[in-house]
């Protein structure tokens, strides 16, 4: 199974930008469709944006939509999700997977390290 490194997390105020990336380590993950899902300790992990294989298409969560950006390096095997205008309710830690891109539904039963994005002034 594809082991999945996230990076570019930090600390940011509100209105700032970051940009996560998101790479495998061991095998290549260009044919798969994939997302971004973030968890705090209040809530379980929930969807965020997710890039068709190909990354024609995209999708996201309605509370990021117009803010966040999800894209793909040219080899396919890089995902980035590039958030602007953060708000303090972003403060999550970022992760990436697999995902069935009708569904929004992770695929992969392990999961990386995540990245952890703290949005305060």
């Known amino acids: 199974q594809v082991q999945l490194v996230e990076s570019g997390g930090g600390l940011v105020q509100p209105g700032g930008s970051l940009r996560l990336s998101c790479a495998p380590s061991?095998?290549?993950?260009?044919?798969?469709?994939m997302g971004w899902f973030r968890r705090t300790p209040e809530k379980e992990r929930e969807f965020v944006a997710a890039?068709?294989?190909?990354?024609?298409?995209?999708k996201y969560v309605d509370s990021v939509k117009g803010r966040f950006t999800i894209s793909r390096g040219n080899a396919k095997n890089t995902v980035y999700l590039q958030m602007n205008s953060l708000k303090p309710e972003d403060t999550a830690v970022y992760y990436c997977?697999?995902?069935?891109?009708?569904?929004?539904?992770?695929?992969?039963?392990?999961w990386g390290p995540g990245t952890q994005v703290t949005v305060s002034s």
């Open positions: 997977n697999r995902v069935d891109f009708l569904s929004s539904n992770p695929i992969f039963d392990s």
């Open positions: 890039i068709s294989r190909d990354g024609t298409s995209t």
């Open positions: 061991g095998r290549t993950f260009s044919t798969y469709n």
